[in-house]
């Protein structure tokens, strides 16, 4: 997921063309803005941090670009391109050590498990949009 502050900033497309020059394959995509409720059910299992509530209100700040990849070892390979979370500790070359400007407006979200990208695949799209 392209998160609000990459497209405020103008790099929706930067962004997409490293995922593509990466190798994934885009089975789905959408440009689409968050509900409040959404955003809450999205990011429900960080709903006890502290940071939950500005999460929330981020996120439904702007626009956001979801997005289904695939690839052989997806997901490993997509948290490798986005790098850490707190774009100074990102490794050169990767997504949020380019276009992040904060560890809480970090550019980009991707899935930590197979499991978990399925479910978020599914939060974002329905059958017949993924191709």
Known sequence: MLKPDALENG?????????????????????????????????????????????????????????????????ADFRALIGATDPAEAAEGTIRKAYAESKGRNAVHGSDSDENAEIEGKFHFSGNEIY
């Open 11 to 75: 790099y929706m497309g930067k962004i997409i063309d490293m995922i593509i020059e990466a190798g994934f394959e885009i089975k789905a995509m959408k440009y689409t803005r968050l509900s409040t409720e959404q955003a809450k059910k999205f990011y429900e299992v960080h709903a006890e941090r502290p940071f939950y509530g500005d999460l929330v209100e981020y996120m439904t700040s702007g626009p956001i670009v979801a997005a289904i990849l695939e690839k052989e070892n997806a997901v």
